[in-house]
């Protein structure tokens, strides 16, 4: 039993999972004191995330490379994509753990220590293993939850590795904190000094050599939403890039 808090397990957490701990669920209401309901906001996130992967899916990516993947359920990637390829990452050695519990035996999906500031230190049996098209045929890099914990030199750098790692027709499923906790200051306190918040007008410019598509950078509620946009604070935008 872990005694420090996770963002990815308080994410569980909010998404009705059952993988997280007490510490998890305190500091979850914690913050959510900060404030304010959480729970909706990260539906809305997840949603995007799955609208976004099975756009990817009809643009033909069956090999999926997961950054900051956090606990790999609740509508998470192979959820989603069910006869794609997935490669799950984290730093967290807990979260990975729990990552490979859930994925034991799954034969398409997995779980490994992965660094999105060092995509070459991923185990390359792993790889081999988990991305079989790696190398040969378009990735869908799915970097979503980290870029407020990134400075701007170390984003694009990490941005523009990403791009020169992966072939050609690959897309990049990314988001990003907006200001929305400015105006919660206690909220903003419990995030820490590493904590990003960007402004959405700036963020192209990070992106290197990835090429927006035509939907742009928007609040994720709002990224080809099936009807209406969930209600939901602009806490979060995210978009897609392609090499």
Known sequence: MTETPSTARMIDYWLGGRHHFPVDVA???????AYGPCAVIFRSLRDFSGRMVTHLV??????????????????????VATGAHVLYTDIDPVTIALGQE???GHGR????????????????????????????EPIGVVFLGLAAFLDDPTLAR????????VP??????????????????????????????RDPAGFPALLGSWRLTADGIVPVARWRPD???ADVPDAFYGGLALK
Do not use: C
């Open 158 to 165: 990490t941005l523009d590795q990403l791009y020169r790692a």
């Open 109 to 136: 999906a997995a779980y490994a220590f992965g660094d999105a500031t060092d995509p070459d230190g991923i185990d390359p049996a792993a790889i081999a293993t988990f991305l079989p098209g790696w190398g040969r």
């Open 27 to 33: 500091a979850a209401k914690a913050f959510e004191g």
């Open 168 to 197: 050609a027709g690959s897309m990049l499923a990314f988001d990003f904190d907006g200001e929305e906790l400015a105006g919660h200051p206690a909220a903003l306190a419990m995030m820490g000094e590493g904590f990003h918040m």
């Open 102 to 104: 859930i994925l034991a």
């Open 227 to 229: 009807g209406d946009p």
């Open 58 to 79: 009809t643009q033909g990516i069956q090999n999926f490379l997961v950054f900051g993947a956090g606990v790999p359920t609740q509508g998470n990637v192979h959820e």
